[in-house]
């Protein structure tokens, strides 16, 4: 019983953050990508990287971001890793939300 009151308790206080911060990263990138010469700094790169290892932990079955997405590289397009965040690790961490996590953001 305290290992799932452990883990449920972990959700509750990791995932609102991650939150924050995948949809900070997607309104950077959607600000990027008004430049057409847009590339993706090692930051961005490195942010989103430890964002989908995050998620990944604490949403450990989620086939949306073990299937639907992958880490970025120095390779990866800015619009690819906007349409990654903005479609897929956005909107599933935002499902998994309390609603009441949810609520408190605005």
């Known amino acids: 019983m305290n290992e799932a009151f452990s883990e449920e308790g972990e959700l509750l206080l990791r995932l609102p953050p991650l939150y924050d911060s995948a949809a900070s990263l997607e309104i950077q990138l959607e600000s990027a990508l008004r430049h057409p010469d847009a590339v993706l700094t090692a930051p961005q790169i490195g ?9 990944r932990a604490l ?48």
């Open 47 to 55: 942010v989103f990287n430890q964002l989908l290892a995050d998620a």
């Open 59 to 106: 949403l450990p079955n989620s086939v949306a971001l073990r299937e639907d997405i992958e880490e970025a590289t120095e390779n990866t397009r800015p619009a690819d890793l906007y349409h990654d965040v903005k479609t897929t690790l956005v909107p599933t961490l935002h499902n998994a939300l309390p609603p009441d996590a949810y609520d408190k953001r605005g």
